[in-house]
C-alpha cells in the first residue's frame, strides 16, 4: 500500500528495494538463507513491475 499511487521508474524500483515486506516469512535452509530468499523476492516483484510498465529488462533491475 505504500507504493501504491507511485510513477512506475527506477525510483520506484529502488522504493521496492526497501518496502517491508511483512507478508512474507521465507524459511531458510541449506539452498539458501530466509535473507537471500527475501532480497530473490524483492527482486522478482522489481523485475515483474519494471515489465509490465513496458521497461527492458537487465541482468538486476536495481544495484544493490
Avoid: F, H, N, W
Amino acid at each position: 500500500a505504500a507504493l501504491r499511487g507511485l510513477p512506475v521508474d527506477q525510483a520506484l524500483a529502488t522504493a521496492i528495494q526497501s518496502a517491508p515486506m511483512d507478508e512474507l516469512s521465507p524459511i531458510g535452509d541449506v539452498r539458501g538463507s530466509a535473507e537471500y530468499r527475501l532480497d530473490a523476492a524483492r527482486e522478482i516483484v522489481v523485475r515483474a513491475v519494471l515489465d509490465a510498465a513496458g521497461y527492458p529488462s537487465s541482468d538486476k533491475a536495481v544495484a544493490a
